[in-house]
């Protein structure tokens, strides 16, 4: 089993992003980082994503770099192939 490299307070930003891909059947390319209505993502999780360079913030939201989407469709590959 490889070591994680991103908290999992990063990752449930991705996972976010995840969720509205497979909902939509769309490449996500920003995420909402504050939907003013109390939905935030986390501070810390998303303080990693900008430090490893995944996540450029924008306002309240969260524009995937390269390397984010890169990261994001890892993950989409991941729980696709979950289901056994």
């Known amino acids: 089993m490889s ?3 991103l908290s999992d ?3 449930s930003i991705l996972a976010f992003a995840a969720y509205h891909s497979l909902a939509s059947g769309e490449v996500v390319g920003q995420v909402v980082l ?3 209505k109390g939905h935030m993502a986390d501070p810390d999780g998303l303080a990693e994503l900008t430090e490893e360079g995944l996540i ?3 306002g309240s939201r969260g524009r995937l ?3 984010g989407a ?3 469709e890892i993950i ?3 729980i696709r192939g979950s289901y056994r």
């Open 3 to 5: 070591e994680q490299k």
């Open 34 to 36: 504050d939907d003013g």
């Open 70 to 72: 890169d990261e994001l």
């Open 9 to 11: 307070k990063a990752l």
């Open 56 to 58: 450029e913030v924008e």
């Open 65 to 67: 770099t390269e390397a």
């Open 76 to 78: 989409l590959q991941a």
